[in-house]
């Protein structure tokens, strides 16, 4: 395995790393529910994937407390 002969600089590793940027994700609002969402996905809040009903959403109910 061959090694470097000499040390690289900070400035040379920084400028190299400099594409390593994060993207922002990219929503798009639900046709029907009009929450944002990721594109060519289905919609976590209502269900629905390109105008039909893709997964049906089931809802947690809070246990009642008790008096």
Known sequence: MP???SRHSKQRGN?????WKIK???LA???QCK???LPHRV??????Y????AMEIKVKE?????A
């Open 35 to 37: 929450q944002p969402k």
């Open 43 to 48: 919609c976590l809040v209502c269900g629905y």
């Open 3 to 5: 090694l470097p002969k």
């Open 24 to 26: 922002k994700t990219s």
């Open 29 to 31: 609002s639900c046709p």
């Open 50 to 53: 390109d105008g039909k009903q």
């Open 15 to 19: 400028k190299r790393r400099t594409h």
């Open 62 to 66: 809070k246990p009642k407390k008790k």
